[in-house]
């Protein structure tokens, strides 16, 4: 196997996906040096499917850091009708004071108007780097090592490494499980998760006694489909046929069908590892929580770590200030918790209102009354925002 002499830089960046080449973008332009590495091939990433949305926050965080062209795909929710249904009849959605910034904007659009930007701009992005391993993550000076697709061995030695590698990349996994403490809290129900070659016109959800529904855009005629389910179903006991029908079930009318491209069974649940860094390591987005999809703040969580990272480096390398790197775990996790909580609360609300098989008759009306009470107050638009503005 053959080694190389080894590359330097001030971060690199473990993972191409939202949080890293955000976090690629922002050091670019701030003229601090970083390297990505993705074990993925560029085909693979620009083509897994995910989250449909960025939220207010993300879209004025992006203007703000002159990167707007990459959500410019994005359709606004108030361009396309949308509602919430409840037993069949369709509460149309408000945006409460219109000021939703929200776009649908597909994952790996994203992604890809991200990679464009960074490689645009002169960014060293290195695909299908097999078998990444993070050393000496306790000192001054750690590397990452990586093999090429040929078999070459190569090691970059950094000031600090961005872990950005999701949930089962290889960065948490380097602090000793004995220093990180792992919450996590599994929901009891699970969700069929559906692309499909059709529009999500009207987009929304329902909620019904069968359980809850969704249909959210992913571009131009394709959707994305979402079924309550017990947990542990498997995909074979969801045939095309039952999907069309439980989704005209749960919203009360037939809705439009097109060809099924991916299903999948997605468990619901909340996990937060803390703290969020190790020595020069910091861990972003998935790689230290995950959100139920429900709460559709995936995507919202790894933007937010990534600003607080970038600006707490910029303040190391331009001013020699280490302070918002000393307070960086303790900032995200205050804001990861707040937005746990919100996740468990629209989580259990969305669906106690409507299948009692899990929580009871109690529940359903206590998540009904919540519901109308939302619906009827100045809090309404706060809600549809959140919803809109994360959704799916
Ligand atoms: C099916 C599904 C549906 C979802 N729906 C929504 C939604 O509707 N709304 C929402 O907000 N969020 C949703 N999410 C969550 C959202 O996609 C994530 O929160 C978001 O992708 C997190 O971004 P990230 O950059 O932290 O991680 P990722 O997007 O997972 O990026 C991690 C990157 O690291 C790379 N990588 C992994 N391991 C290694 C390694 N060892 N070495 C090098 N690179 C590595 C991966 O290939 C990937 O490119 C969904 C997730 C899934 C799986």
Redesign the pocket.
């Known amino acids: 196997m053959v080694e190389t002499a080894g590359n330097t830089t001030t971060v690199v960046i473990?993972?191409?996906?939202?949080?890293?080449?955000?976090l690629g973008n922002f050091l670019l332009r701030s003229g601090i040096g970083c390297i990505v590495?993705?074990?993925?091939s560029r085909a693979?990433?620009e083509k897994?499917?995910?989250?449909?949305?960025v939220?207010s926050r993300g879209v004025r965080m992006f203007r703000e850091w002159g990167l707007e062209e990459v959500v410019k795909d994005g359709s606004s929710p108030k361009e396309i009708a949308g509602g919430i249904w409840i037993d069949g009849a369709m509460y149309p959605l408000g945006f409460g004071d219109g000021n939703t910034d929200a776009v649908f904007c597909p994952?790996q659009v994203l992604?890809r108007n991200l990679t464009d930007a960074f490689l645009e701009a002169g960014g060293d992005l290195r695909f299908e780097?097999l078998?990444?391993s993070l050393k000496d993550i306790d000192s001054e000076r750690p590397t990452v090592r990586?093999r090429d697709p040929d078999g070459t061995t190569r090691t970059v030695a950094c000031d600090f490494v961005a872990g950005?590698?999701?949930?089962?990349?290889?960065?948490r996994a380097s602090i000793p499980a004995d220093a990180l403490t792992h919450y996590s809290h599994e929901y009891k129900y699970s969700w069929v998760?559906v692309m499909a070659e059709v529009p999500a016109d009207p987009f929304g959800m329902a909620i019904h006694d069968r359980g809850l529904a969704a249909r959210?855009p992913r571009g131009a005629g394709a959707s994305?489909l979402y079924l309550q389910c017990p947990a542990g179903d498997t995909p074979d006991q969801w045939p095309d046929e039952r999907i069309w029908s439980e989704l005209g079930a749960r919203f009360g009318a037939d809705v439009p069908t097109g060809r099924i491209v991916d299903k999948?069974i997605?468990p619901l649940r909340s996990v937060v590892f803390s703290p969020m860094s190790r020595g020069r390591l910091y861990l972003?987005?998935?790689?230290a929580h995950?959100?139920p999809?429900m709460?559709?703040?995936?995507?919202?969580?790894?933007l937010y770590?990534t600003e607080m990272f970038a600006r707490a480096i910029i303040a190391k390398v331009e001013e020699g200030d280490g302070s918002l790197l000393d307070s960086y775990s303790d900032a995200c996790l205050s804001h990861v918790w707040n937005y746990q909580a919100y996740a468990v609360w629209i989580t259990d609300l969305m669906h106690d209102a409507g299948d009692v098989s899990y929580e009871g008759a109690f529940r359903k009306e206590i998540a009904r009354a919540e519901l109308q009470r939302l619906n009827d107050s100045p809090a309404a638009g706060r809600l549809y925002d959140e919803l809109t503005g994360?959704?799916?």
Request: glycine share 16%; hydrophobic share 40%.
């Open positions: 473990v993972g191409a996906g939202v949080a890293g080449l955000t590495v993705e074990k993925h693979y990433v897994r499917q995910r989250a449909g949305t939220d994952q992604v780097a078998d990444v990586y950005c590698d999701g949930f089962h990349g290889v960065s998760s959210f994305r999948r997605v972003l987005g998935d790689s995950i959100v999809p709460s559709a703040k995936g995507i919202h969580l790894a770590d994360g959704l799916l």
